[in-house]
């Protein structure tokens, strides 16, 4: 039984010291400040691109809710207020 409860424990540390060690490979140095930078912009760029993409989606299905008369009301509504907005600012 010593023995068993030896050799799994053993095994077990083995496994962790491994696992500790793949860690600090060259892959996961340390970046350059240029490399941050370039990597924060992608990650801006991705989010701006999906939040784009979410808005379409939204506004695809808020119109496709909508009935044939709602959706010439609110097409009307809204000319009548860019009319009104223009006439308030001239």
Do not use: F, V
């Amino acid at each position: 039984m010593k023995i068993k409860t030896i050799y799994i424990t053993l095994l077990l540390l083995l496994a962790i010291n491994l696992m500790s060690c793949g860690s600090k490979g060259p892959d996961n140095a340390l970046m350059t400040p240029e490399e941050i930078e370039k990597s924060l912009a992608k990650d801006k760029k991705k989010k701006a691109k999906a939040g784009k993409k979410a808005q379409k989606e939204s506004y695809k299905h808020y119109w496709s809710l909508q009935t044939k008369e709602a959706k010439k009301s609110i097409k009307k509504n809204n000319r009548r207020q860019k009319k009104a907005a223009r006439k308030r600012n001239n």
